[in-house]
């Protein structure tokens, strides 16, 4: 499910885990998507993020997938959608 909807909205995705905390704490996402593939240390700041604010978090199994989703020929960990 995650990866189409990143697929349809990507110009409203922030990729990666350093701009998917900056764009929540700028208040700017909806929703978050996370890889359970990918390691917990990388993860762990934007879902503890999310949870405190408020914004549901998806999973979904494979980076490279998710990585895919958004046009990009390596993993992403973490994404977000822009409101």
């Given at each position: ?33 996370v890889a359970e ?26 980076m490279k997938q ?9 993993g992403a960990a ?6």
């Amino acid at each position: 499910m995650s990866y189409e909807k990143v697929a349809q909205d990507k110009s409203r995705a922030v990729i990666g885990t350093k701009q998917t905390i900056k764009a929540i704490k700028n208040g700017e996402i909806e929703e978050v998507i996370v890889a359970e593939d990918a390691e917990r240390r990388v993860t762990e700041k934007v879902v503890r993020l999310a949870k405190e604010t408020g914004i549901p978090i998806s999973h979904v199994d494979s980076m490279k997938q998710l990585g895919k989703a958004c046009g990009i020929d390596v993993g992403a960990a973490t994404v977000a959608i822009r409101k």
